[in-house]
């Protein structure tokens, strides 16, 4: 089934940047495209985005309230996705879940997760 | 953007009953891109259904998927001790920003 594991997370001050990275193993990483979940403390999952396979264009998506602040990418030969945050703001305190799918269904592997903490 | 509503927020129930959690998408969700999960606390979210019905390897039959169109439901039959979590609908309709429901705690 395979094993994803995120990385990166931390104190960050408001206006500031971070990259999360997303490391894949036991599964091929390129087969399988990844998106990012979160999770703000006592609250419910928030979609963030996502990037498809390089057979998809390694198109992207994002929710409206990162678009213009977040970026995915993913290197497949490291079987590595990243999280670029720009411009970070209080409200994307959370925990940050990577996970992977298959064409067009739902996730079906979640990593453990990395804490985010955005404040002044 | 779609929106999903999960219905009640919080269903309190016994050991041995039936739990009937409700999803309702604010327009049509093809029933290949819905799906279900478990979250118990401090915990990654489980992948329990996909595809409106079809249970993951492993996943009891007790979880059972039904619906179509906008109104989606799970159904957990003769509730275990070990299923008391937070349950949530997911759609991943293509050309449109997925969207999770915002989720039913299932209390004892």
């Known amino acids: 089934e395979g094993q994803l594991v995120e990385s990166g997370g931390g104190l960050m001050q408001p206006g500031r940047s971070l990259r999360l990275s997303c490391t894949g193993s036991g599964f091929i990483f390129g087969d399988h495209g990844v998106s990012w979940v979160r999770q703000a403390p006592g609250k419910g999952l928030e979609w963030v985005g996502l990037?498809?396979?390089?057979?998809?264009?390694?198109?992207?998506d994002y929710a409206a309230s990162v678009r213009d602040r977040f970026t995915i990418s993913r290197d497949d030969s490291k079987g590595i996705a990243y999280l670029q945050m720009n411009g970070l703001k209080t409200e994307d305190t959370a925990v940050y879940y990577c996970?992977?799918?298959?064409?067009?269904?739902?996730?079906?592997?979640w990593g453990q997760g990395t804490r985010v903490l955005v404040s002044s | 953007e779609i929106v999903l509503t999960q219905s009640p927020g919080t269903l309190s129930l016994s050991p041995g009953e039936t739990a009937t959690l409700s999803c309702r998408a604010s327009q049509t969700v093809s029933s290949t891109f819905l799906a279900w999960y478990q979250q118990k606390t401090g915990r990654a979210p489980r992948l329990l259904i996909y595809a409106t019905k079809t249970r993951v390897i492993g996943i009891p039959d007790r979880f059972i998927g039904s619906g179509s169109g906008t109104d989606f439901t799970l159904t957990i039959t003769s509730v275990e001790p070990e299923d008391f979590a937070v349950y949530y609908c997911h759609q991943s309709v293509t050309s449109h920003p997925w969207s999770f429901g915002q989720g039913t705690k299932l209390d004892i």
């Open positions: 990037i498809r396979t390089a057979a998809y264009g390694e198109a992207t």
């Open positions: 996970t992977k799918f298959w064409h067009g269904y739902s996730p079906d592997l």
